[in-house]
């Protein structure tokens, strides 16, 4: 597999060319410019919000699919990111730890069982990251189909904790998800990489592929 990178300088730019060790590396998009080496055949973006204009234009010169796992990206962006999904296939998720998206389905599924609980939700990361809250706690958050409270920490070299607190008079129940290293969402960008070259345009969730996977 040929794959294209946007933000290939970054931290997880790193970490993708490690996960993707075994496929070429032939497009390359950061602040200082791109290399080109062979069209892509699939792009992987983990970059910022200001990279997303230069990553549609590349995703629709190459006419490849997009795997995009870049957070605080606005409304419109996302919007725009569908509207790609009609020509090319697009995974777009805020957090490739496959944890981190059962968790999201169980809140998901468990939410009408926690209606007269409380809840809130609280995450930890590295103090480089620039968006807050994260896109994982936003993601959680639209699981537990309440608009409730979530806190941001922002300490050292954590690569991502997120927890959700439910709370009634007598009871506690946490649940919290971390990922270990920055390496697990570089594998599930590789899953996501590996289904997009040969899915049908459209536009898919980190959960659609891995129930994809779980189907086969
Ligand atoms: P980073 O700051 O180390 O890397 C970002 C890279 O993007 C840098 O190399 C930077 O130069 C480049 N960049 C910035 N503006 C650009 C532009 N206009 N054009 C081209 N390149 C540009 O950050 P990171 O820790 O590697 O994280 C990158 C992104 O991935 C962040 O949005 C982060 O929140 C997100 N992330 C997502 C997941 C997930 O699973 N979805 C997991 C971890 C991180």
Redesign the pocket.
């Known amino acids: 597999m040929r794959y294209g990178l946007?933000?290939?300088?970054?931290?997880?730019?790193?970490?993708i060319r490690k996960a993707f060790a075994a496929h070429e590396l032939a497009f390359t998009?950061?602040?200082?410019g791109e290399t080109l080496d062979g069209a892509p055949q699939v792009l992987v973006?983990?970059?910022?919000?200001?990279?997303?204009s230069?990553?549609v234009s590349a995703a629709r010169r190459f006419a490849c699919p997009l795997v995009?796992?870049?957070?605080?990206l606005s409304a419109e962006q996302l919007a725009e990111l569908r509207t790609l999904g009609e020509q090319v296939a697009v995974v777009q998720?805020?957090?490739?730890?496959t944890g981190?998206t059962l968790l999201k389905m169980m809140l998901r599924e468990f939410a009408p069982l926690f209606a007269d609980w409380d809840v809130e939700i609280s995450e930890t990361?590295?103090n480089?990251?620039?968006?807050a809250p994260?896109?994982?706690a936003i993601l959680l958050r639209e699981a537990t189909g309440r608009d409730c409270p979530t806190h941001s920490l922002r300490l050292g070299g954590i690569?991502?904790d997120h927890t959700v607190i439910y709370a009634n008079e007598g009871e506690v129940l946490t649940l919290t998800h971390r990922?270990l290293s920055?390496s697990?969402?570089?594998l599930?960008?590789l899953k996501a990489a590996e289904f997009a070259v040969s899915a049908a345009p459209g536009f898919y969730t980190?959960e659609e592929v891995l129930s994809c996977g779980l189907k086969r």
């Open positions: 946007v933000g290939a300088a970054g931290r997880m730019g790193g970490e998009l950061d602040v200082d973006d983990f970059s910022l919000p200001a990279a997303f230069a990553t995009i796992g870049t957070t605080g998720s805020f957090n490739f730890a981190v990361h590295h480089k990251k620039k968006d994260s896109g994982t690569p991502g990922a920055r697990v969402f570089a599930g960008a980190f």
